[in-house]
């Protein structure tokens, strides 16, 4: 041992240790801070640190065997020279590699970068270098009519611009929720473009007077700021329809052929519409976009008056099952409201066929009804109308959620969040999504990234303490599970810790809270399913089967996810009560339905 501290300490090998810790730290820090700076990915930091700890056994060998021992000054010296010289080829060797495998991630080397759009089968990764040059954000337009009231007219010019150009599929359309997140902020237009990821913005203005409207609207470059396209149309209210379908095929024009390739939209010609029905409808969309019952309720009942006054209209049919199915959702599936999304929706696509929103929400439909069939062909109309819409992103992450695929669920959220970063309700679902696979870090991202949009939201709370705790951060999610009784959430605080003492092994304590739970059914979000669930959990398979009876009589469409959830005891689906459940015709259509998409999935 002394004769090998001795010839470490000869051939100064402590020495360059000491000083290559103190670069290695140095050169760290200095990425801490400079790589966020500038807007270099994750994976940069940590292939520095891998590359720094990869260097110091290789420059410890260096040293060792360049600095032999020394007889006279002279050799001191030469065996010093080649020491600082294999230690400066041990550092370049090291940024080499980083600036390789940097360029090799972004795509440097010819053929080497790829990027996946959601046609592109599940599962697949995407590295995207910018934003696509046919990619546009609407931020809500000015309303220039001295009414403050009428706010939601120009908000609904804006999004009805937003809808229309995203049923172009040359185009990469940022969604609403985040679009209007701008909405009265003095925000650098190249600073909105890198936070929407998108090349162009569309901004205006509207000014109604009567049965006149004057809109404004100018396209903008995100990359300089100068402008591609502005014009002011001044028109009669009752060619709204058509004005704005030809703001949409000028914006789609300019676009394609100055920054991606010339395209020319089909031309459209659409009926003159009723100006106080179109207020209406608008009026109604203002509604049912603040998600609450009051506000559904009287969004349905605009609505369905212009349903009356204008039964050609396809997109307040559409808003009209949309609503109704949002309401259902919060009222336990109540068949009634179900029944009537289902004539409104009929109505919609029996007026346009290829209307997005009416074609997402009626696939939602059908995997809420167990229509496996009527989802399917909804699914294939999707995809055939435009694949890169969020309608059809969204209305694909509920299919495979119904039909149990889970990560195709994952890969559709992802590329929806890409069209819609700051919603809210994506970034929960894409949580809710993976803690059902067990990719608790993963979800617990996606929660906290949700509740940095709306703190204290119950759903992402709720996310994030099943999140925690299927991570084993205890002390994490009984904090959550407090925050969760603090907002009033008792039964999803409760729930959580119920999956805590699944998790500790605590069965008893698990029984107890699932009874409490279905004391208080319904509550929260749970349908019949859940409660089965949470008596699965406890291992109580003759206290869940009545629960699971009743979920399959409802048609509960989380009912089947038990099949592929991994964290559903294999006990529960060895027992002769799930084995019924699932040689039942009912059952048995899901099955092939989920055969079938099995067998589409394979061959893309």
Sequence with gaps: MQRLLK????????????????????????????????????????????AVLTGFPLALWITWHAAAPARNADEARIALRRTDMALMAVLAVVLLLIGAQFAFQLGAFPGRGRTVSAANPPGAASVRTGPPPTSIAVLPFLNLSGDPKREFFSDGISEELLNDLANTP???????????????????????????????????SVREDGQHIRITAQLINASDGYHLWSKTYDRDLSNILQVQDEIAQAI??????????????????????????YRQYLKGQYLSALKTDEGDAQAVTLF????????KFAPAYAALGRTYIHMAEFHNKRADLLQSADEALKKALQVDPRN???LSTDLRLATLRWNWERASEDYRRLLSVNSHSVFTLRGLSFYYEALGFGEQRIVALREAIRLDPLSFVDLNNLASAYNDR????????????????????????????????????????????????????????????????????DLRRARLLADAAAARFPSFVFGEADIGYFYALSREFAAASPWLE????????????????????????????????????EARTWRAAHDRLAKELAQK
């Design 7 to 50: 010839a470490i300490q000869e051939r100064k090998i402590d020495r360059v240790a000491a000083a290559y810790a103190v670069a290695a730290w140095i050169l760290v820090q200095a990425a801490s801070i400079g790589l966020p700076t500038f807007g270099a990915p994750a994976w940069m930091m940590k292939l520095i640190i891998v």
């Design 170 to 204: 040359k185009l990469r359309v940022a969604a609403r929720t985040s679009c209007f997140a701008f909405k009265g902020k003095n925000e650098d237009i190249r600073k909105i473009a890198r936070a929407l990821n998108v090349g162009a913005i569309l901004e205006g």
């Design 252 to 277: 789609t024009v300019a676009l394609t052929h100055t920054l991606g390739g010339g395209f020319a939209p089909p031309k459209h010609s659409l009926p003159a519409i009723d100006p106080d029905a």
């Design 304 to 311: 369905k008056q212009v349903t009356a006054r204008e039964p």
């Design 356 to 358: 997005l929103e009416a």
């Design 438 to 505: 067990a990719r608790y870090v993963e979800g617990a991202a996606a929660a906290l990234n949700s509740l940095s949009l709306k703190p204290d939201r119950p759903l992402a709370l709720y996310s994030l303490c099943w999140a925690y705790a299927g991570l084993n951060q205890i002390d994490k999610a009984r904090g959550t599970a407090h925050r969760l009784l603090e907002v009033g959430q008792t039964d999803a605080s409760e729930a959580c810790s119920l999956w805590m003492a699944t998790l500790s092994g």
């Design 550 to 585: 009743r979920a399959y009589n409802k048609h509960d469409a989380t009912l089947f996810s038990l099949v592929y959830s991994p964290t559903t005891p294999p006990s529960l689906l060895q027992s002769a009560m799930w084995t019924s459940i699932m040689a039942r015709p």
